[in-house]
C-alpha cells in the first residue's frame, strides 16, 4: 500500500535532479505507483580519483529510488575507461591501462557511499564493474553488437560532425564506446538508467539494445549538468581538474564552495543539496529582491554540503576556520608543519619543496599573480632568496599554508 509520503518521494524523483524521462514521465510514474520494484543503475568511468558535485545529482535521485525500495547499482566503467568516451570531445580521449583506471576508482564506493547506502541489511546499494562481462567478449559477440547501429547513426553525433569539419580523425573504438556501454544494461537487466543530459545519445543506445536482447523497455531519466548560468559552461569538469571532490575535507569543501560565482548558489540548492524546492524558491526570490547578501547565501550552501557529507558539526567548524582565515584575517587554527634544512633557498624552490605547487612554473606563476605570502607579506619577486625562520607561515593562493619547523 503507497503511502502518502511514498506519493511525494515519487513526485519528487520524478522532478528533482530530473531534466527528460524516456518514454515519458507518465508511463514511468504508473509503473512506480503501481509499486514494481525496479532496478537503477548510474555508470561512472573512472577517468580520475575523485567523484565530484558534478556526479552527486545522479547519487541524489539514485537514493531516492534506494528509500522507495528500489534496487540500485553504482556501475564502475573499468572497461569502457580505457576505450575512452567521445562524448562532447573534439579529440579522442586518452586510452588509460587497467592498472590507471583501478587506481582512479579504488576509493569510488566510499566517495558515493556518503549519499548512497552500501551496508544496509535490507536494500544495499550494489558496486559493479563492467569488465565482468564486457572482458570476456568474444570477436562474433562484438560483430553481432556492432550490426545493431549504423555508420550514419553513429556519424552525425555534434563532436564528430566537428571533427569532421576541422579533419580531425575519428577512431573506430569510439564508434564502439555507446555500443559497450549500451550493453551495460543487457549484462544487468535494468529498468532504469540515470545519467547525466551529455549521456543521453549512450544511454537510448542502452534502450534500444535493451529492446533487441531482451525484449524490454528500459526506461533513461537524462539529469541536469551542474552549468554556470552566466557563461553556458560545466561546473565542475574531471578532465579540466576544475571540481570540487566528494571526498575533499570539510575546509575544502567549504572554502571552495564559498570562491564559486554568486550566479551558481540556485543551480548548487536545487542540484547539490537535499534542502527543500519550496525553500530554495525563498531563497531565489530574496536573491533577486537583494534582500540577502549572496555571502550570506552561499555559506549556508556551504554548510548544507559540507553537512551532507560529514555532519552539522564538521560545517559549523570549518564556517568558523573559514572565517577566521578571511574575515578575521587570521592563520588557520591548525597548519600543517614541513622541515626545510636549507637557511637559504630560492622562494620557487620552497614552494616546490612546501609541496604547495606541483612545479617551478606554478611557483613561479603564483607569485607573479600576487598569490604567495611569508609571514602575511606578499612576495612578489620569483628570483628572490627567502632566509628561512623557523616557525615562518608560507601561504600559497587563498587556501594553502605552511609552518616552517
Known amino acids: 500500500m503507497k503511502t502518502n509520503t511514498d506519493s511525494q518521494k515519487i513526485e519528487e524523483l520524478l522532478t528533482r535532479w530530473v531534466e527528460t524521462i524516456y518514454p515519458s514521465r507518465e508511463i514511468l510514474e504508473k509503473t512506480l505507483k503501481k509499486g514494481k520494484k525496479l532496478v537503477i543503475y548510474h555508470g561512472v568511468d573512472p577517468t580520475a580519483p575523485h567523484l565530484h558535485l558534478g556526479h552527486s545529482t545522479n547519487y541524489l535521485l539514485l ?13 564502475i566503467g573499468d572497461f569502457t575507461a580505457r576505450i575512452g568516451d567521445p562524448t562532447g570531445k573534439n579529440t579522442a580521449r586518452k586510452n ?3 592498472e590507471e583506471v583501478l587506481e582512479n ?19 544495499p546499494a550494489l558496486l559493479k564493474f563492467n569488465s565482468q562481462w564486457l572482458s570476456k567478449f568474444t570477436l562474433e559477440d562484438v560483430i553481432n553488437l556492432t ?8 556519424i552525425e553525433r555534434d563532436m564528430f560532425q566537428e571533427r569532421i569539419k576541422e579533419k580531425k580523425p ?7 564506446y555507446p555500443l559497450l556501454q549500451g550493453y551495460d544494461s543487457v549484462a544487468m537487466n535494468v529498468d532504469v538508467e540515470v545519467g547525466g543530459n551529455d549521456q543521453t545519445f549512450n544511454m537510448l543506445v542502452g534502450r534500444e539494445l535493451m529492446k533487441d536482447y531482451k525484449n524490454k523497455e528500459k526506461f533513461v531519466i537524462s ?10 559552461k560545466k561546473l565542475m569538469s574531471k578532465s579540466e581538474g576544475n571540481f570540487i571532490a566528494l571526498d575533499y575535507a570539510p ?3 567549504y572554502g571552495k564552495i564559498m570562491a564559486l560565482p554568486d550566479e551558481v548558489i540556485i543551480p548548487c540548492f536545487k542540484l547539490c543539496t537535499e534542502v527543500s524546492i519550496k525553500n530554495i524558491d525563498e531563497i531565489e526570490k530574496e536573491l533577486k529582491l537583494k534582500k540577502t547578501n549572496p555571502r550570506d547565501l552561499k555559506a549556508n550552501l556551504a554548510r548544507e554540503i559540507v553537512t551532507l557529507y560529514y555532519n552539522k558539526e564538521a560545517a559549523l567548524k570549518a564556517e568558523e576556520e573559514f572565517n577566521r582565515i578571511f574575515k578575521d584575517k587570521k592563520n588557520p587554527s591548525n597548519v600543517p608543519e614541513v622541515i626545510v634544512k636549507e637557511k637559504k633557498i630560492n622562494i620557487l624552490d620552497l614552494l616546490v619543496r612546501a609541496d604547495l605547487v606541483s612545479s617551478k ?6 607569485v607573479l599573480q600576487g598569490g604567495v605570502k611569508i609571514n602575511n607579506e606578499i612576495q612578489k619577486d620569483w628570483q628572490k632568496i627567502i632566509e628561512i625562520e623557523k616557525g615562518d607561515i608560507l601561504r600559497a593562493g587563498k587556501r594553502k599554508f605552511v609552518k616552517i619547523k
Open 63 to 75: 537514493k531516492k529510488f534506494q528509500e522507495l525500495g528500489h534496487q540500485v547499482i553504482l556501475l
Open 170 to 176: 575519428i577512431w573506430l573504438n569510439e564508434f564502439l
Open 147 to 154: 550490426a545493431k547501429f549504423t555508420n550514419q547513426r553513429m
Open 223 to 232: 539529469t541536469p549538468l551542474l552549468i554556470n548560468p552566466k557563461t553556458g
Open 105 to 123: 576508482c579504488k576509493n569510488y564506493k566510499k566517495q558515493a557511499g556518503k549519499i548512497l547506502d552500501f551496508k544496509s541489511r535490507t536494500n
Open 251 to 253: 575546509n575544502e569543501i
Open 361 to 366: 612554473s606554478e611557483a613561479k606563476r603564483l
Open 96 to 98: 588509460l591501462t587497467k
